[in-house]
């Protein structure tokens, strides 16, 4: 084989692998439980593939494309997800008269929460599906409300931002009437809220200062924007590091190596 064939060869490889890794992050398995249900799994996080007996899926895909070439589909799995447009990253509200004053009415911000809708398609692939859809949709949902009656919250991961700490707000289903299949496709509401008191606590602070001091809060623009990248790309960092956690085992099972 040429320097220029194996060149071609390995980042036809790499391009495979990055895309598997972006299809798993942010199509498979965007949704991350925190805490809730997941507490006393590694850090307290379980992300949505581990619910539904997508692992096994997963493994017997990543079988499957070792011995023929092939790549990971997303017809192995259960069902993916999509942004939904319309979520926010930034929501703010200005403070309306009568707000301390008017000199600095004008100037208050309120931090609204953010929010993010997924659509979960979810169609059935073969004959076997209609026999396990009712139970594998079943003890999704019951995830789902045992997470939130226990106070969990979610992590989301989208191709241009990741919401921390959110809560969810509703699943409705919205399949279309283009299909014969009924209830595949469904929408999950989430909101990014101040969940915490350390977050109360912090934005109390800012908004008190902002209004007794009658100044702008200003911070360096290259230091935000410094922050900003590094959070994003430790959240994704984590978020891939909380699937594979629950995806190595299995496939070294499958293909009998150490990941």
């Known amino acids: 084989m040429s320097l220029s064939n194996a060149l071609s060869s390995v980042t036809a490889t790499l391009n495979s692998a ?3 890794v972006y299809d798993l992050s942010f199509q498979v398995s965007p949704i991350i439980f925190h805490n809730g249900i997941a507490s006393g799994m590694p850090g307290n996080l379980l992300p949505v593939i581990a619910l539904t007996g997508q692992v096994a ?4 895909g990543a079988l499957s494309g070792i011995i023929n070439g092939s790549g990971l589909s997303l017809d192995d799995f259960y069902a993916r997800y999509l942004p939904i447009p319309g979520g926010t990253v930034i929501n703010q509200a200005l403070g309306a008269y009568p707000f301390a004053n008017q000199s600095v009415a004008a100037n208050a ?3 609204q929460p953010k929010n993010i809708s997924l659509m979960m398609i979810a169609p059935v692939r073969d004959m076997g599906g209609y026999l396990t859809k009712l139970a594998l949709f079943t003890s999704l949902v019951t995830s789902f409300e045992t997470h939130n009656q226990s106070g969990g919250t979610y992590h989301i991961a989208t191709p241009s931002f990741i ?12 399949t279309s009437g283009d299909t014969k299949q009924k209830q595949i496709m469904w929408q999950l509401d989430f909101a990014k809220p101040l969940v915490t008191m350390n977050d109360a606590a912090a934005a109390f602070s800012k908004q008190i200062s902002a209004l007794s001091g009658g100044q702008q809060i200003v911070s360096s623009a290259v230091s935000a924007t410094t922050g900003a990248v590094a959070s994003a790309t430790q959240g994704i960092t984590g978020m891939a590091g909380s699937v594979n956690t629950f995806l190595s085992s299995p496939i070294s099972a499958a293909t009998g190596k150490l990941l």
């Not at 899926?57 to 017997?60: E, G, P, R």
């Not at 919401?163 to 919205?174: A, H, K």
């Open 18 to 20: 990055a895309r598997s």
């Open 109 to 111: 911000i309120i931090t």
């Open 57 to 60: 899926a997963l493994a017997q």
């Open 163 to 174: 919401y921390t700490d959110c809560i969810m707000q509703g699943m409705t289903d919205i």
